[in-house]
């Protein structure tokens, strides 16, 4: 399982402020194999408030908190470990809507990025804004995909 470190810069403490938190993430899961989801921060309100926040539960398919946000971290395994296979023609068997507004960069590897239409191919550095429609991640390299994601509750 993956070393996610995360440090949480919070408030003050006589005046100055301060790292509250500086620890490796606890809520790291694999929905599927080397699959790595970490929903490492959530705000559950409108403007967000400062305080802490309760951790959520990881789920393979995101469900934003009601005027709330995920900052979401996620290692892509090439497809043939995960055993995918996506007969042309056919929607890849991963595609799936989320009720945000998304922004996506990809840190490293690379990754396709598809819709109901089309697809395109993602490097290191790009970014994607999604915003509440079907799609899907297809990583056809030898090599992870690594992505930071911040989802928006949206209408």
Known sequence: MNTIPRRIVTGTQAGKSFIQMDALVDNVSEHFPNLII????????????????????????PQVIKNGTYFRYVQIPPDKELGIEAPVGQPHPLMHQTTSLDYIVIL???????????????????IVIQR?????????SDHMCLQLAILIDAQ
């Open 38 to 61: 970490s929903d490492i921060w959530q705000t559950s309100q409108m403007p967000a408030k400062f305080e802490q926040e309760n951790p959520i539960e990881n789920s393979a398919i």
């Open 108 to 126: 490293s590897g690379e990754i396709y990025l598809i819709t109901d239409t089309e697809e395109t191919k993602l490097y290191a550095g790009d």
């Open 132 to 140: 509440g429609t079907n799609h899907a991640w297809s990583n056809r």
